[in-house]
Every structure is written in C-alpha cells, then in structure tokens.
C-alpha cells in the first residue's frame, strides 16, 4: 500500500523483493561519487524488517522501477536515528522526490519514537540542506556526534575532511 499515491511517483515502504533494486541504486552512486558507502542485504533487511525504508516508484515501460530510497537507521547504543542511503536515480532528480522520501521518512520516526534526535549527513554541494533545515534539523559540529555513528567506516570519519556537513535535530 504506498504512502503517497497523488504522485506521479509512489513513496511506499520497502519490501523484501526490492532488495536487488535498493542494493543497485546505492551501490552504483556510492561507485560513481563515493557519497554512500555500499550497502549490505543484512543491513538492508534489518531496515525493512523495522518499517525504516523507504523507496520511490514510477512506472517505466509497464514496469515498476525503483528510483529512490532512504532509510533510517537506529543506533543502539546512543539512540540515535540517522537518516541514510537517500539517493535518487540521476535521470529523475528534480522532481521533489527526495524531499517526499525525507518527509514522510521523517514523520515516520518522529511518531515511531517521540523525543529521539536525529542526524543527517550533508554533501559538499549541500543536498538535502534545505528540507533538514525545513523539518527542524540545525549544522552541529563533528566534536558532538556520538562515536558510534562515527565509527562505520573510513568514508564516515572522513566525512569532516571531505566538506560533509553534520544536521541533527534534537527530540
């Protein structure tokens, strides 16, 4: 049942058969930009499994093509939850996608658990800014994020070095 069905593009939650899909879209961008680390069928499952996943459909050629997803994922041992894998195919950019991701993403947590913070990573170009900063997150510094979600990978500790910016949104 999508989320979202006044849309040229239904936001609906991701489904165990949109794995492949999900695995290919935010590997091929974390290949092409290195803006994502890849993703694993563990993780991703992890994430439907907890209601957490998000993907955007349209219709190609009479068939249903995932174009976008975002996920959130819960980190357990601060509590909080980080807004992750948002990536849009190229060709549909644009089109307020991922800014309806990010919404109802958003929405979905604060009812999930009221009172948690959140935290999101920005690019250098600042995609994303806007609709974080429209939902309530603010710029914080890199010295106040907890280890954890420091600690993923090279690609994430990097992130300060490499022009990311750090939005976190307080309960």
């Known amino acids: 049942m999508p989320l979202d069905t006044n849309a040229k593009y239904s936001v609906r939650h991701a489904k165990e058969e949109d794995k492949g899909q999900i695995i290919r879209l935010v590997d091929d961008e974390a290949r092409a930009t290195g ?29 249903n093509l995932i174009v976008a997803h975002e996920a959130a994922n819960v980190w357990p041992k601060c509590g909080w939850i980080e807004f992750r894998s948002s990536i849009v195919k190229p060709e549909f950019r644009g089109n307020g996608i991922s800014t309806k991701l990010s919404k109802t993403l958003f929405n979905i947590v604060k009812d999930r658990y009221p009172g948690v913070t959140m935290i999101a990573f920005v690019n250098h170009a600042g995609n994303g800014k806007g609709i974080l900063q429209a939902l309530g997150f603010s710029e914080a510094n890199y010295a106040d994020i907890p280890a954890e979600i420091l600690s993923i990978g090279p690609k994430h500790r990097g992130k300060a070095e490499h022009g990311y910016r750090v939005f976190v949104r307080r309960g």
């Open 35 to 63: 803006a994502l680390l890849p993703l694993t069928e563990e993780v991703l499952g992890e994430w439907i499994s907890a209601g957490l996943s998000l993907v955007a459909e349209t219709v190609v050629d009479g068939k």
